[in-house]
């Protein structure tokens, strides 16, 4: 069965939003290198102004084994600082979640 996980996120009012891309395109690569596919969303309607960013596996076991690596790298770990001292956006919630066969 299919996991998602996903972290919504807004970006702070007035923020350089260029910076804030290049933050997460630097991320999504290191998510990339650990076996996640994923991709970035704009909220349209609800919630408009947030952004998902959502890593998909085929498993939880391939989930699993992503977390793994990413929280043993260094430089996934350096990342996450920066990314919070930028202070570029705000974080909303998470969620996992597990496709269920119908």
């Given at each position: 069965m299919?996991?998602?996980?996903?972290?919504?996120?807004?970006?702070?009012?007035?923020?350089?939003?260029?910076?804030?891309?290049?933050?997460?395109?630097?991320g999504a690569e290191m998510w990339r290198k650990a076996g996640a596919a994923?991709?970035?969303?704009?909220?349209?309607?609800?919630?408009?102004?947030?952004?998902?960013?959502?890593?998909?596996?085929?498993?939880f076991?391939?989930?699993a084994k992503c977390m793994e690596k990413l929280t043993a790298d260094p430089a996934f770990l350096a990342w996450q600082q920066k990314n919070l001292a930028a202070g570029l956006s705000t974080w909303v919630r998470s969620n996992l979640a597990r496709e269920i066969p119908i």
């Open positions: 299919a996991v998602n996980t996903h972290f919504v996120f807004r970006p702070n009012p007035g923020a350089d939003y260029k910076a804030l891309m290049a933050l997460v395109k630097e994923v991709s970035l969303w704009t909220i349209s309607v609800g919630e408009v102004g947030n952004m998902v960013f959502a890593a998909r596996f085929e498993s076991d391939g989930y």
